[in-house]
């Protein structure tokens, strides 16, 4: 059964889409021209795991859908009115990767990534021990490799059934705002649903608003 999925973005990215019928993430606009450590890392297993992943950086969607009341009144780059879209897309099963947020958080954080608590607190009980290596980064040997080798759960389809430890349940598959996707082309082909709506930065009034 196809699922359907939701992406915010820049008014320009939609227009793009109707024009090309593909669009591709331009590194040079990814947070602020600055590639996270963490977004190359999962780049690199994506190429890895999923068939047909060239290794262009991702386009991230929620599995649930967004409530523009919220997303109309997020604080923007700039001090700006901005127009954005909220697209509904219903992709091929084989181009989509999906995992719980809180896993992906863990990741970006540089978190260690765990099946149980126990497994968690030890890690951490071990990395507090030497609080000289508290600012340094990329972690030292053998830091880094275990980190590394934790994030590798993200991938699992065990993570959302056994780390019930977090005291709520997740279900990779499930439409729920516990999860979010990532698929490396936005496609004209899958866009269901298009909603242009008006984003004002923090400070700013929209016209007659």
């Known amino acids: 059964m196809d699922r359907r999925f939701w992406t915010i973005q820049p008014l320009e990215v939609w227009q793009t889409l109707q024009r090309t019928g593909e669009v591709r993430v331009d590194p040079t606009n990814y947070h602020h021209q600055h590639v996270p450590e963490r977004y190359l890392w999962l780049v690199d297993q994506l190429r890895q795991r999923c068939p047909g992943y060239t290794g262009l950086l991702p386009w991230w969607a929620y599995c649930e859908k967004p409530d523009l009341r919220t997303h109309r009144h997020r604080a923007a780059l700039f001090d700006r009115i901005q127009q954005q ?90 439409r729920s705002v516990n999860s979010e996707a990532v698929v490396e082309i936005l496609k004209f082909s899958a866009v269901r649903r298009a909603e242009v709506f008006t984003q004002v930065s923090r400070g700013i009034r929209s016209p007659g608003g």
């Not at 954080?109 to 765990?114: D, H, I, R, V």
């Open 85 to 174: 879209v909220r697209l509904e897309l219903e992709p091929d099963p084989s181009e989509v990767t999906i995992f719980p947020i809180w896993a992906w958080d863990t990741v970006y954080c540089g978190g260690y990534l765990a099946l149980t608590l126990s497994a968690k607190e030890n890690w951490e009980e071990r990395w507090e021990a030497h609080p000289e290596l508290e600012d340094l980064w990329p972690r030292p040997s053998p830091w880094r490799e275990e980190l590394e080798a934790s994030w590798q759960l993200l991938f699992s389809p065990e993570l959302p059934q056994l780390c019930r430890w977090r005291g709520r349940e997740y279900s990779m598959f499930e």
